[in-house]
């Protein structure tokens, strides 16, 4: 091996190895990372580094002390803080390793907002990573809507239980507490950066902007007597369905019926589905109704107390969609 990576470049090639047509990423098992010196940087080893999917202009290398950082301009070291056990690592090729997942996330928390913490943790536990949009200036030209990433779908990297077993068990590692934190609020199986947002919202208690509906569950089965049905986002007081409405899959006929059917299914087994539109996700207020309503089905009225509550919600609105 000649160098690991970490930090926002592992992020990066990360983000590109596991999106669909990626490479994928093989990670070792159960051996002592000891992460090489930061001498093998040249410029072969930054141009591996790019053709991995990192766009960054600074390459974040973690070696194994403060002592063997190097001083270069576009190259940042991150001492490696030693995990009390085994852990394994990320072999992504021609001499490039990277952090297991569960060590960059701690690590990486260093660097993140409390909202951008709980968004990673939902996209390295769910079924999406987000990449560049290859079609943005395309899209910008022609007038539309344009959004320089997207979300693409690919399996689960991660889960909130390894996340936080992993910083519990590490609390010499720097950004340990602040993952422990943002994982209060964390769920496995979101379907989309959407999804996470809801669930985000509903979780987070009152003091901090949110509405304090959960426990929940994302991606929930329910077995029926001939099929499985699925729900976005199921919150266990009340057994309520929580469902996304994006603006992009339900501009069909056939989407729309299909979540009729779905809805009305779910029903029928007194499973009440509330859906959350893109727009009423996106505004605060139309967002606060959809949560009046769901409060009345878990016979939990919303009742908020708390001092500058409308502050703290766009606050956590304005984080939320940066």
């Excluded at 983000?15 to 159960?30: S, V």
């Excluded at 950082?69 to 394994?88: I, M, N, Q």
Aim: one cysteine or more; a positive charge.
């Amino acid at each position: 091996m000649d160098i690991c990576i970490c930090d926002v470049t592992e992020l990066e090639c990360l983000r590109a190895a596991t999106a669909p047509g990626g490479p994928g990423i093989n990670q070792t098992g159960g051996s002592q990372l000891l992460a090489p010196g930061a001498s093998s940087v040249g410029p072969a080893c930054r141009s591996r580094v790019k053709a991995l999917g990192s766009k960054s202009k600074t390459l974040h290398v973690a070696v194994p002390s403060a002592k063997d950082r190097l001083t270069l301009s576009d190259v940042a070291c991150h001492a490696l803080g030693k995990a009390t056990t085994p852990e394994s690592y990320i072999d992504f090729g021609g001499g490039i390793i990277g952090l297991s997942i569960e060590h960059f996330y701690v690590s990486i928390c260093c660097r993140l907002s409390f909202v951008q913490r709980m968004l990673l943790a939902y996209e390295l536990c769910g079924y999406y990573t987000i990449v560049p949009n290859p079609d943005y200036d395309e899209e910008a030209k022609s007038g539309e809507k344009a959004y320089k990433v997207k979300a693409v779908t690919r399996a689960p990297l991660a889960t909130v239980e390894r996340l936080r077993t992993f910083a519990k068990n590490n609390p010499q590692i720097r950004g340990s507490k602040l993952a422990l934190k943002a994982l209060k609020y964390a769920a496995d199986s979101a379907r989309s950066p959407e999804e996470a947002r809801i669930a985000i919202v509903m979780l987070l208690p009152h003091s901090m902007g949110g509405y304090g509906r959960g426990p929940l569950v994302m991606d929930y089965r329910v077995d029926a007597e001939e099929t499985l049905k699925k729900c976005d986002i199921f919150l266990l007081i009340g057994r309520i369905d929580i469902e996304y409405q994006s603006d992009l899959y339900h501009a069909s006929r056939e989407a729309l019926r299909s979540d009729s059917k779905r809805a009305n299914a779910l029903s029928a087994l007194g499973i009440p589905v509330v859906t959350v539109t893109s727009e009423e996700l996106r505004e605060p207020e139309l967002f606060h109704t959809v949560m009046e309503h769901v409060g009345k089905l878990q016979n939990r009225k919303l009742r908020i107390r708390t001092s500058g509550f409308t502050e703290k919600r766009k606050a956590l609105w304005d984080a939320l969609f940066d």
